[in-house]
């Protein structure tokens, strides 16, 4: 009878302190040996208590490096285990590991124990976002996510990619589901006279392809044997100056990336189309080869610490990191300079691309190179703006000259474009008297 005691009052005791490794766990993952520090327990009972608290607790390392977290299951998600499949080239699925979820708002990548706050940048970059993205809560309705992005939390992010996450940006699918929705995926071939009718499915809340970033109306779609992203804006009715300028600024977009493109910086490649109901701007997907294939990609926003930072700081402290090559850091600071020489006052971090290669980034073609200062109101309305020609910073200083003269080349060429409007075609021309002869 005394032993019986005895062993129930270890098992209570192993219970408690079993509990008590889940409370400190539960602020977030530890070193083993600040646990058993904090526990003021030997190593070997630190294991027992691990033990006793059961699969809840993740194991990450071996030997000194062991740290130990504690799962997180998220409503509406079964597991706290997502396994991750990298799409490659060739447009075969790799295994790449599985995230687990923890407590305190941490992830797990593992086998390789990389342990991030939120989920790791890859997915997050990924995600759902801009024009599309506000449509995914509907067109997923019984997803039940929040019906405004701004509201989405980690959890949102990881049900939208990990059950509906198959045609997402970049090379990575999670969750099993979304996986076997990539498995049977069957990207439509369509020509340019489906655009017309795609820009009404879109606009009617049904927008076709991948959910890529970025605010202004577009979809996806397979021409041929390349995906494209198609930006799309009608042409209103007479006197409808807000929509004649947004289609202007589509015209204008696919001019400043070809005079990209001739100054040595890699671009999008675009074409400008146009239909008696809309203007279009297609342009080639750097993430995406051949029909299946993918390619990984990051944006600045992703591997940059500081959001504040413009593209040329960002370019400088890659660079001094090892992170970016001295062209790459060179060619970020001239698409710096070259679009706030072009008016393109919307110059984000989520509009660079960089291709990973380890933990070296290689910048991927320009694109969204666009004179958003003439952009319209939210309320519609185009009021006239006047363009101030701005001074080179420290880091743009280098490439400054180069970058001025492919302005001067862009309002050049947009002053003389007869696809753009009467006033649109004025104001490129009163923007290139200011670089002079």
């Known amino acids: 009878m005394k032993t019986i005691k005895m062993l129930s009052q270890f098992l209570m005791y192993n219970r408690f302190m079993a509990s008590e490794v889940i409370t400190e766990l539960n602020r977030g993952i530890l070193p083993a040996a600040d646990l058993r520090e904090r526990l003021g327990v030997s190593a070997a009972t630190l294991m027992r208590m691990v033990r006793e608290a059961g699969p809840e607790i993740l194991r990450i390392g071996r030997g000194r490096a062991t740290q130990y977290g504690l799962r997180q299951t998220w409503p509406n998600l079964e597991s706290s285990r997502f396994p991750l499949f990298r799409i490659t080239e060739s447009g075969a699925a790799v295994h790449a590991g599985e995230l687990i979820t923890l407590a305190a708002h941490q992830s797990a990548w593992m086998p390789m124990g990389t342990v991030v706050g939120g989920l790791p940048a890859e997915l997050v970059d990924a995600r759902p976002s801009g024009f599309l993205g506000r449509h995914f809560a509907a067109v997923h309705a019984d997803l039940r996510l929040p019906p405004r992005l701004t509201d989405w939390s980690d959890h949102h992010i990881l049900l939208a990619m990990s059950r509906r996450g198959e045609d997402l940006p970049g090379n990575f699918v999670i969750g099993e ?45 397979l021409v041929g044997n390349q995906h494209m992203l198609v930006k799309f804006a009608g042409r209103g009715g007479i006197g409808d100056m807000a929509a004649r300028r947004w289609c202007d600024l589509l015209t204008l977009e696919g001019i400043g990336l070809q005079v990209v493109a001739s100054h040595g910086i890699p671009a999008a490649h675009t074409n400008v189309i146009e239909t008696p109901d809309c203007w279009f701007l297609e342009s080639e997907r750097f993430d995406r080869l051949g029909t299946r294939g993918r390619i990984a990609v990051l944006s600045l926003a992703a591997v940059h610490d500081d959001l504040a930072d413009s593209w040329a700081r960002a370019a400088v402290s890659l660079r001094e990191a090892r992170r970016l090559s001295d062209e790459d850091a060179r060619r970020l600071c001239w698409l710096d300079a070259f679009g706030a020489l072009i008016a393109n006052t919307d110059r984000h971090q989520s509009n660079i691309l960089f291709f990973a290669e380890g933990s070296r980034l290689r910048l991927a073609p320009a694109f969204d190179q666009v004179s958003m200062l003439y952009a319209p109101t939210g309320d519609g309305q185009v009021p006239p703006r006047e363009f ?28 003389e474009d007869m696809r753009l409007s009467d006033d649109a075609r004025l104001f490129c021309a009163s923007n290139m008297k200011l670089f002079g002869e």
Do not use: C
């Open 388 to 415: 101030m020609l701005p001074l080179a910073t420290a880091n743009t200083l280098d490439v400054w000259d180069d970058a001025r003269d492919a302005a001067r080349q862009f309002w050049t060429q947009a002053s």
């Open 177 to 221: 589901e979304s996986f076997a929705r990539w498995q049977v995926l069957e990207p439509v071939s369509r020509s340019r006279d489906d655009y017309p009718a795609l820009a009404e499915a879109t606009i009617a809340g049904h927008p076709p392809g991948s959910s890529a970033g970025g605010e202004r109306p577009k979809f996806g779609a």
